[in-house]
């Protein structure tokens, strides 16, 4: 039969069902007369022929399903009666699809969410054109202890001119700036690159046009390019600013180019991007304050580009030799070797790990909510028995069976998918929106395409998972017993009682295990609340930002400080401001980092003293932070003008050096050979500078005014080149931290000094220290709530079981009761039991948990992964609760009327 013959007779079927049950009917009826007929011929009476032809054919229902089953038409017929026979009986039983749709979608929307943000964060490429040709440059320092420092414009040219895998190079860093001329003063993130920088994206501008070499000449006329977002919300969209000139930083800049809406880089969120400009013939050969990125060539690999970088290093020092004065050989002396990474690998950085384990987590919890369904189903099946004993015995095949078993629990596991598809829409928003998670990339984050069908696949495979245990359990049932019994035992089948009670050991090890690591991530979490950061009542502490352009200066330090000073005394005034200090980078954001040489050690030639971090202080500083002196005193006012070479150390810089703080008092150091020596007036408590969870760095504290090293700039740090006495932080101690009221007056106080500068990165210090800990506490929460579902699932799982054992054996119950069985006997038989369950789940969790949290050693802080009180903590809050659900189904069942009970069937 041809194809399309095949397909018009299966929709004519399809069309009428009735006629096509018709013929088959009629065809079995036909073969039954002519079976009749042919016993006659052989001596049979008429209805000895018709029953020996029934015989011969079996089953007519059998038979009728069996032609039916032929031909794609039957197939899809036979689906369709499936699928309504499925929810009929989902429909009958309310309260079992509901409790199986609800523990579905938490499951599945759980492992959905977090794998819409493993998919948004490491799976998606970034959005530019052929990103896997896109690397990010940096440099190993191994001479001066540093696995990672950035790109000099030195390094950049040769680059630039001599690689041989690199199709192009750019440079960038992050600053602020200042607009003065639209209205009231504001400070606006921005982002310095080289001119090659969108065109190694492949990013065209939605108006205007890019950067040319020209842009980067100094001589030539300052322009900027505008995010779309600042274009439209200062300018209203208006493409008639293209050649207009704004005031950024008190120096008019020409626009010349507009970035398309979907324009992110490296997730900054820049306002404004401007120009890198420097004379090629004078650049700085160790100032590594940049960032380099290049596009491959086609078929360049990352092997190749690091031995290009490594051939072009002693180029670069050739080409830009250091002038003589201090700092003459760092370069040398860092050993500098190349690091050339995937872009992408470097916007996510180490987040990786955490997801993972948290993907790993909720495919946990998913688990044992594929138990808790399939315990359901089980007893669902068994209350089916006669029924499917029933349809064996007329001739139901074992694949039908397991079919339309399997087909109620796709079904369930479907519903369940698309509820759960329908959470992760709710919790990614939220996500999103929160600042919670503090996460790389979390604008790339949204249910795509790829997303749906794990959702898809998630439900289908769970649907298999937990509906193959009861399908291929019950496919078969045992006739005899089944049928003799009329579908009731006197108790309850050993098996089946042991396949119940495998899947609650399950659930309960799937759930210590997941208690034992929130229990870890929880026990991390108060550690770093512990920890001595280096400040006290951060709720307390307000920072804001400023930065006087050097224009407005005209390039002199002195004149910057008195104008900060007579701000620091505007803010001092305001009421109940307590303490004003100024500092040129906010605790726990890190800083700039420089050599530092102690007096009295001689450091062998080719070798550089250890980097240091340094910060630039003002009188009160200490005070506003609520750091306190180990030893020594603070710096002064007069020093600060003066330019007394004086400093302050850390106390773990001080022990390091000189094995005590008060050893420190008196020792001198400095930033360069060449300058003069600053003595340690002063140790300061230690600083949790990187962050809550990483150690302390040593810390050397500069007045603000000092004079000149000989090197204008630090030989690295985390931000672009500028003046420590043109951008300043203050830090502001006063209950009223994080009010409105303050805030206005704040920007009064700057006003009253300079109505030009704009007050910037407003915040607390509670905000920032809560940012630090906000990977950690995204874990922590997201830990919490999945041990709390699988404590919660784990616990009715024993409930249920000690449920349906109590209802199974009604009658032995009964029969005991009227024996004179003691009540606290039978309450203790199933409690012995749900503790049986417990206990054994536990050891198991016990087990996996110890083997499992090694993994998450990356993410713990001063807790080991097999802390002995959290595993015992969790496991016996867990046997405890297991405890409870088994007792209070036994203590119902022994309150029972011996009565009821024996006439219960």
């Not at 440079?171 to 200042?178: C, E, F, H, Q, Y």
């Not at 050989?329 to 790990?353: C, T």
């Not at 007893?379 to 069976?401: C, D, F, K, P």
């Not at 302390?696 to 005014?705: G, K």
């Amino acid at each position: 039969m041809s194809l399309w013959r095949q397909i018009s007779r299966g929709l004519r079927t399809l069309k009428n069902r009735t006629a096509a049950d018709r013929d088959v009917a009629d065809e079995v009826r036909h073969y039954l007369d002519e079976a009749t007929d042919h016993f006659i011929a052989q001596g049979l009476s008429p209805d000895s022929a018709r029953r020996a032809a029934r015989i011969e054919l079996g089953s007519q229902t059998a038979v009728h399903e069996q032609v039916c089953g032929y031909g794609w038409e039957n197939a899809v017929e036979t689906f369709s009666a499936d699928l309504r026979c499925a929810l009929r009986r989902l429909r009958q039983k309310p309260g079992f699809a509901a409790t199986s749709l609800l523990t579905l979608a938490l499951g599945i929307g759980a492992t959905t969410s977090i794998f819409s943000v493993i998919d948004g964060v490491l799976l998606k490429p970034l959005p530019y054109s052929e990103p896997a040709q896109l690397v990010a440059i940096a440099h190993t320092a191994p001479g001066l202890n540093m696995k990672e420092i950035g790109m000099t414009a030195s390094l950049y040219v040769t680059y630039s001119e001599q690689s041989r895998v690199f199709q192009d190079v750019a440079m960038w860093s992050t600053d602020t700036a200042s607009i003065t001329d639209l209205g009231a003063p504001e400070e606006l993130p921005a982002l310095l690159v080289t001119n090659r920088l969108l065109s190694i994206l492949r990013v065209q501008p939605e108006a205007g046009r890019s950067f040319s070499p020209w842009d980067d000449d100094p001589r030539s006329q300052r322009t900027v390019i505008l995010s779309d977002a600042y274009w439209k919300s200062r300018f209203g969209g208006d493409r008639s600013v293209i050649g207009r000139r704004i005031m950024v930083d008190h120096t008019a800049r020409e626009i010349v180019g507009v970035l398309p809406p979907s324009f992110r880089f490296m997730d900054r969120e820049a306002a404004l991007v401007i120009p890198l400009r420097f004379n090629r013939n004078d650049v700085d050969l160790i100032n590594f304050s940049y960032r380099g990125i290049a596009r491959l060539k086609p078929g360049a690999t990352l092997t190749e580009a690091n031995t290009d970088v490594a051939r072009m290093l002693p180029i670069a020092s050739a080409r830009f030799p250091m002038k003589a004065g201090p700092g003459a050989n760092m370069f040398a002396e860092a050993r500098l070797g190349p690091l050339v990474q995937p872009l992408k690998d470097v916007l996510i950085g180490d987040v990786g790990n955490t997801l993972w384990v948290l993907m790993a987590t909720v495919g946990i919890v998913l688990l044992i909510a594929c138990a808790n369904v399939a315990n359901l189903l089980l007893v669902r099946a068994e209350g089916r028995r006669q029924e499917l004993a029933i349809r064996v015995a007329l001739g139901a095949g074992r694949g039908r069976i397991v079919r339309e078993l399997l087909l109620e629990s796709v079904l369930l596991s479907l519903a369940g998918g698309i509820f759960g598809l329908l959470l992760t829409f709710g919790v990614l928003r939220i996500l999103v929106s929160s600042e919670l998670p503090h996460l790389p990339r979390i604008h790339d984050i949204s249910p795509d395409p790829l997303v749906v069908a794990f959702a898809l696949a998630t439900s289908l495979g769970t649907g298999l998972l937990f509906g193959l245990i009861p399908a291929l359990k019950y496919a078969r049932p045992q006739l005899s017993n089944t049928l003799t019994n009329g579908g009731r035992s006197f108790s309850q089948n050993k098996a089946q009682s042991r396949t119940r009670g495998l899947l609650v050991i399950v659930q309960v090890a799937l759930a210590l295990v997941l208690l034992v690591g929130s229990g870890l991530m929880l026990r991390t979490f108060q550690a770093l609340r512990h920890v001595d950061a280096g400040f006290s009542s951060p709720h307390e502490i307000e920072t804001l930002r400023i930065s006087i352009p050097s224009a407005q200066i005209e390039y002199n330090d002195e004149r910057a400080l008195r104008m900060e000073e007579a701000i620091l005394r505007n803010i001092e005034r305001i009421n109940g401001v307590s303490a004003v200090g100024i500092t040129n980078t906010i605790p726990l954001e890190a800083g700039s980092n420089d050599s530092v040489y102690i007096e009295g050690q001689n450091f062998a030639a080719g070798s550089t003293p250890p980097i240091r971090r340094y910060k630039a202080i003002s009188p009160g500083y200490l005070a506003a932070m609520g750091s306190h002196l180990i030893a020594g005193r603070d710096v002064t006012w007069t020093e600060t003008y003066n330019q007394t070479p004086v400093a302050l150390v850390s106390e773990n810089m001080a022990h390091e050096l000189w094995r005590d703080s008060r050893a420190a008092l008196g020792k001198r150091i400095r930033l360069t050979p060449d300058e003069e020596w600053r003595q340690i007036v002063g140790v300061v408590a230690d600083l949790r500078d990187d962050g809550v969870e990483r150690a302390a760095p040593s810390i050397v504290y500069w007045p603000l005014l000092q004079k000149h090293s000989g090197r204008a700039e630090p030989f690295v740090h985390g931000g672009p080149p500028r003046s420590a006495h043109r951008t300043l932080a203050f830090i502001i101690r006063t209950p009223r931290a994080g009010t409105l009221t303050l805030l206005q007056d704040l920007r009064r106080a700057v006003a009253a000094v300079n109505p030009s500068l704009p007050v910037a990165d407003v915040d607390t210090l509670e905000s920032i220290y809560d940012r630090s800990l906000a990977r950690t506490t995204f874990t922590m929460v997201l830990l919490a709530i999945a041990g709390a579902m699988a404590f919660l699932l784990g616990v009715v799982g024993i409930y249920g079981v000690i449920s349906y054992a109590v209802s199974q054996r009604t009658r032995e119950i009964g029969i005991r009761l009227a024996l004179g069985a003691p009540l606290h006997d039978l309450t203790r038989m199933f409690l012995r039991y749900g503790l049986l369950l417990s206990g054994i789940g536990a050891a198991f969790g016990l087990t996996a948990a110890f083997v499992l949290s090694r993994l998450m050693k990356a993410v713990l802080y001063e807790v080991s992964p097999i802390d002995p009180l959290t595993y015992g903590a969790m496991s016996t809050a867990l046997i405890l609760a297991g405890a409870l659900a088994s007792y209070l189904p036994a203590r119902r069942a022994a309150r029972v009327d011996p009565a009821q009970t024996l006439r219960a069937e």
